[in-house]
């Protein structure tokens, strides 16, 4: 398994790991000193607008390069499916976000943003947080503990769990900030 071809899709998924993950911390760092006002939401904008497309280009490469290691092991097993479901989640809440942030370009300029708005960026950013950290757990207890891990017995499982979760508490913020659509 371990080839020269294996090791240069590696340096790709790691080069692209640093890029995306990295941008990521960047702008939830800008967000959350917009939340402790040392920030106005016109700078988090500004930010946003570079981080977006570096995460991008970050989440594309680990996809890529992915495949190319994927391929190259032979092999799925249960923990895997997990993190495919964790790259594919952050897919989606990246389309969320840019979404999101284009309904919020007209509260820009007065720097007011209803509580229906923070509560589903803070939903987007936990999603964010939740997707990045465990799919780099998994590769990085895949690459050096085991390389094969068939747990959970019943992935499928998981995965609705937490997409049930995550309806959960975005039907208790709608419910409990407002019905406003973005
Ligand atoms: C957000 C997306 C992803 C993140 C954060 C991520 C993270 C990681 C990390 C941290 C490693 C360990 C690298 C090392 O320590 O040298 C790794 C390895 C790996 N990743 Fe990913 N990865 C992502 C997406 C993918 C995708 C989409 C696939 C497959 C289609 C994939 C397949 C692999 C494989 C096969 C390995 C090597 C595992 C082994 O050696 O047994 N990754 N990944």
Redesign the pocket.
């Known amino acids: 398994?371990d080839s020269f071809v294996f090791y240069a899709f590696?340096f790709v998924?790691?080069v692209?790991?640093v890029t995306?993950?990295g941008a990521v911390i960047v702008i939830d760092t800008f967000g959350l000193l917009w939340v402790l006002k040392k920030r106005d939401l016109t700078a988090v904008n500004q930010v946003a607008d570079v981080t977006q497309k570096l995460i991008w280009i970050?989440?594309f490469g680990?996809?890529f390069?992915?495949?190319g290691?994927?391929t190259?092991?032979g092999y799925m097993d249960n923990l895997?499916w997990i993190?495919?479901f964790?790259?594919l989640m952050?897919g989606i809440n990246g389309i969320y976000l840019h979404l999101l942030k284009k309904s919020l370009v007209g509260a820009q300029a007065s720097n007011i943003v209803s509580p229906i708005y923070k509560f589903r960026i803070g939903f987007a950013s936990f999603i964010s947080q939740l997707?990045?950290w465990g799919?780099?757990?998994?590769?990085?207890v895949?690459?050096?503990w085991?390389?094969?891990i068939n747990w959970p017995q019943t992935p499928a499982i998981w995965m609705s769990g937490i997409i049930t979760f995550l309806i959960i508490i975005y039907v208790i913020g709608q419910w409990r900030y407002g019905t406003k659509s973005i």
């Open positions: 398994m590696l998924h790691l692209s790991l995306g993950f970050g989440w680990l996809v390069s992915g495949i290691l994927i190259i092991k895997t993190k495919l964790f790259v952050l997707g990045w799919a780099l757990t998994i590769g990085f895949h690459r050096h085991r390389h094969e």
